[in-house]
Every structure is written in C-alpha cells, then in structure tokens.
C-alpha cells in the first residue's frame, strides 16, 4: 500500500496489481498465491524459509491470517533504494478505497487499474480456486469498489480471459505472454483478439510492436525498469508500459 500511494503522489495514471484469493474467498493483493520467502516474515517474526514458502499458501489461509503476516519490513534485494516500513497484503477493496480518496484529495482524476488474476493450471487445485470461480469473485470485487469502468484484467491463463470474454465482450482484455510463440499462435489459442497485448519486454521487437498496430490491439509491454530499456520501449509507442520505477518513466517521457 505504501508503493501504491506514492505512485499516485508522483502521477500515475494506472496502478497494477496482481490478485490471488483467500480461504474466505477474500480478493487480495499478492504476486504469488504464497507468502514469498523474499520479502515476508511470519506473524511472530521470523523470516520464511525458501524451500517452505509455499507452506504458507494463501488459498490455504483466512484473510485474518493473512494481515498477520509481514511483507514490508525484509529489505528485497533486488530494490536497493526500497524504504522498509511495516506493510500487510491488503485486500483489493481497501487498495481502491485507498487510493480513490487520495486521488480525490490531491485533486488528480480517479486513477484506472489493471488487474492481473494470477490463475495458473500450475496452481490447481491447490492454490486458487477453478477459474470461473476466480473470474467470479474478482468481476464481484471490481462491481462492488464500483472500478469495473476504469479496469483492465490481465492474464497470462487463456481459460480466463475466454470466460471473461463471454460474459463482458466490451471489458478491456489483456492476454500476457512470456514465451516465443509468434503472435498468431498466442492469438489462435486465445480465441479471440484482445483489446491488449503483453508480452514479457524482452519480447519486442519492432516488427510485433507493428503487426500489433496493424490489428488494432494495444501494447503494454512488462516489466521495464532500467532506462535504457524504458527509452527503446518508448520509441515503440506502446499503450502503456508497466514499471516498477515509474518516477523513471514519466521523466523519461516528459523529455520526449
């Protein structure tokens, strides 16, 4: 949450976020449907092991249990100028609560959300529940916060973005992609063509960024920090583009 509210601070227009489920079928806001040995800590403090971190498997614990966990505190490696603070897994309502009000309160317009719904086959049975369930509960969530205009659903599961296709034709789709399969196989396997394309930047190439336009799907590709990589997905004139250093990209981007 504290990432969350300093990217509205500094302007941006569209927060991601990954979403897994809870035991109580709670939507919350994680990167995986475990406690990451990387960054969380058990309720009484102690760090988690690697090998053991999908002990600690969210589908597995009630929201309750969840919020008793840290995941703020442990310095994460890989982001050296991380300010550690206490931190909880917050459920998706309370981000959106959250981050409307200071939106409203900045005077900036209410921020648009893409949601990733991390549904993997990899993790059934035992780490989210069948995915018309998970699409079920999420699109609940999405109507409830009243954020289902202004939202983007990511996936990189096929199942789910073809559910979602059927019941809201007109919703904003974006099929992930990490893999090399060319575009037209990505395509065929979904069934239909998405409003968005988003492939793993180390993907993209000019000639898809073009064949992309010449469909009519967006582009946004994922995850670019380093500025040298932010400037060559910019020449490619992409919809968006997701970072975890987005103070880097909108100064790269107000100097176009």
């Known amino acids: 949450m504290p990432a969350f509210r300093r990217a509205v601070e500094i302007g941006v227009e569209v927060i991601e976020l990954d979403v897994v489920i809870s035991a109580d079928e709670q939507v919350v806001v994680s990167h995986e449907p475990w406690m990451s040995a990387t960054i969380c800590r058990q309720p009484d403090g102690r760090p988690i092991l690697p090998a053991e971190q999908t002990r600690h498997n969210l589908y597995s614990l009630s929201y309750a249990d969840i919020r008793a966990y840290d995941c703020g505190l442990t310095q994460h490696p890989g982001f050296p100028s991380q300010q550690p603070q206490p931190a909880a897994k917050p459920l998706l309502r309370e981000v959106v609560s959250e981050l409307d009000k200071l939106a409203w309160t900045l005077g900036r317009p209410a921020v648009r959300y893409s949601v990733e719904i991390k549904s993997s086959p990899a993790y059934e049975p035992g780490f989210q529940p069948p995915p018309a369930r998970f699409l079920e509960l999420?699109?609940?969530?999405?109507?409830?916060?009243?954020?289902l205009g202004r939202t983007t659903l990511l996936c990189f599961d096929t199942r789910v973005l073809r559910l979602a296709y059927?019941?809201?034709p007109e919703m904003p789709l974006c099929l992930l992609v990490e893999d090399t399969r060319p575009l037209h196989m990505h395509l065929a396997e979904l069934g239909f063509q998405p409003h968005i394309y988003g492939p793993d930047f180390r993907l993209l190439t000019p000639e898809l960024a073009a064949s992309l336009r010449t469909l009519g799907i967006g582009l946004v590709p994922w995850t670019v920090n380093e500025p040298a990589d932010l400037r060559r997905m910019l020449q490619l004139h992409p919809t968006g583009i997701t970072t975890d250093y987005p103070d880097r990209l909108m100064a790269l981007r107000s100097a176009v």
């Open 166 to 168: 059927e019941q809201l």
């Open 138 to 147: 999420v699109l609940a969530e999405l109507q409830t916060t009243g954020i």
